[in-house]
């Protein structure tokens, strides 16, 4: 079957009624926004809000998307001329569109130099980035640029040729102070709290290592603002794009699965110009901070939560887990009580709503989230998952129960051997580390957390203090080894 590309887009899409197209000529859309981390999430999400002012209003604000690592969306996107479909699942089925916004993809290691051109070209207003919180090349309990890791090593002696994110940035920036240029937007859409700040905080450390005068100018002219971002994207499977060929009629290598739902708010704080983004569903206000707490500690410390408890209870995907009833009330009495207490609700923002829906997105069925995907780079996300919460609930003296429970699950998946005596492929920057603090302590739920929570990069140095804390993750770890974690949910589930 013919795969789609701009030639033969017309043939392959005319006709479909279920599939959406783009309204605009893409011959004539400039690129004005750089994207770096150009995977499935920023497909669903940020080049599809993109996509809808292109539809709308037109404009110079065609995507360069660059991924800094392989050559794998490149290999998609490039014969397709950055084409690509969004496969909408709900729980009524499927719904299409096909997205023009991305004009190139760019491979940061085959050209570092021209990624850097590119992004200090003046028609770049925004460089946005989804680069992940292990992209950062921070210690997550600081926020503090780690200099020791090997990207920044390397960086900091090879600025015309980085690796990082960070790097790439200062380097841009300084080029475009050099030509006398404006300087683009550093937009971060990454899971953080206050993800403005931490990449503002890491870059401008970097460029006070580089050059005191960068750093300055940087300080003195580029602003970042904070966004909150939320849709669930599963990955992609081989599966999806052979069922989607099936149904659509074209071959698609780039697909992205999304769920309907999509949320997007933006610190309205940018040095150059911006899409209309608040014009197609994006909410632009001052402060994100109480929006961006309600989904980080309602939506992903329940995701984080389910994920880990499902994968050792041998559910592969967030919707299984949700037909398992103990795991729904779980998650009910998380997202109302040690969650809902630390919460700091906007005015007007029906918060019991939320929760709901969130609940029925987890359920839905079509977007087979697997447990395995979320729980990836567990390390860099606690902290802002759930070790906020949980140090909110120790001030205030609230009940720490399922944010203990939920470390605990955490802490026995990085074991690197699932309840069945499997192997588990945990993929985390500290893996290593934490599957050494249970060999060295194997057989001893105590030693095994003082070990791990010891890690002041995850755990910063407050929480081993803490006796409640340290005696309630190692008294539910014993129980996961002695009952398994379905049981031992069910067990206290039960007991409230």
């Known amino acids: 079957m013919k795969r789609i590309n701009e030639a033969e887009r017309e043939a392959l899409t005319s006709g479909k009624a279920n599939l959406s197209l783009p309204l605009y000529d893409r011959s004539i859309i400039a690129p004005g926004i750089v994207h770096l981390g150009i995977g499935a999430f920023h497909r669903a999400h940020q080049a599809w809000y993109t996509e809808a ?11 360069v998307g660059c991924s800094l690592r392989s050559a794998g969306v490149k290999n998609q996107l490039a014969p397709q001329d950055g084409l690509y479909t969004i496969v909408e699942r709900g729980p009524e089925g499927e719904k299409y569109q096909l997205v023009g916004a991305v004009k190139k993809v760019m491979v940061g290691p085959e050209d570092p130099q021209a990624l850097l051109q590119q992004m200090a070209d003046p028609q770049i207003k925004i460089v946005s980035l989804t680069v992940t ?46 030509k006398g240029l404006q300087p683009f937007t550093p937009l971060s859409c990454d899971n953080l709290p206050n993800n403005g700040a931490v990449l503002q905080k890491v870059v401008q450390q970097f460029a006070e290592k580089v050059d005191a005068s960068l750093a300055a100018w940087i300080k003195a002219e580029v602003t970042f603002p904070n966004t909150m971002i939320d849709r669930i994207v599963p990955a992609t499977t081989e599966a ?79 919707s299984d887990v949700m037909q398992e009833p103990a795991f729904v009330k779980l998650t009910t009495l998380l997202m109302d009580r040690e969650v809902g207490e630390t919460l700091d609700v906007p005015e007007g923002f029906d918060v019991q709503d939320y929760k709901q829906q969130l609940r029925d997105r987890f359920a839905n069925p079509g977007l087979r989230h697997r447990t395995w995907q979320i729980a990836m780079d567990g390390s860099q996300k606690l902290p ?59 057989g001893n739920s105590a030693g095994i957390v003082k070990a791990i929570v010891s890690i002041k990069e995850i755990f910063d140095e407050d929480l081993i203090q803490e006796e409640k804390f340290v005696a309630k993750v190692t008294a539910f770890l014993d129980q996961f080894y002695q009952q398994g974690v379905l049981t031992t949910v069910k067990d206290y589930i039960g007991a409230q």
């Open 240 to 318: 999806d794009r052979e069922a989607f060929e099936r149904a659509a009629g074209y071959r698609d290598e780039g697909i992205v699965m999304a769920e309907p739902f999509s949320q997007w708010v933006i610190e309205d704080n940018f040095c150059n110009d911006r899409p209309q983004w608040e014009n197609v569903g994006a909410l632009l206000v001052d402060d994100v901070e109480k929006f961006e707490k309600l989904k980080l500690r309602l939506l992903n410390g329940s995701h984080s939560t389910l994920a880990y408890c499902g994968y050792l209870s041998g559910k592969e995907t967030v």
């Open 384 to 442: 802002q998952r759930l070790l906020g919460t949980l140090r909110d609930q120790l001030k205030g003296k609230g009940n720490i129960d399922i944010l203990c429970l939920a470390v605990a699950a955490w802490i026995r998946y990085v074991s690197a051997e699932d309840e069945k005596g499997q192997a588990i492929d945990v993929q985390d920057p500290f893996a290593e580390k934490l599957k050494a603090c249970h060999h060295e302590n194997k």
């Open 133 to 178: 919180e292990k992209g950062y090349c921070h210690d997550p309990a600081t926020g503090d640029l780690n200099i020791s890791h090997p990207d920044i090593v390397h960086d900091l002696d090879n600025l015309s040729e980085p690796k990082s994110a960070i790097a790439y940035l200062v380097a841009a920036l300084q080029l475009r102070k050099e």
């Open 53 to 63: 002012v292109l539809n709308q209003f037109g404009g110079s604000w065609g995507i």
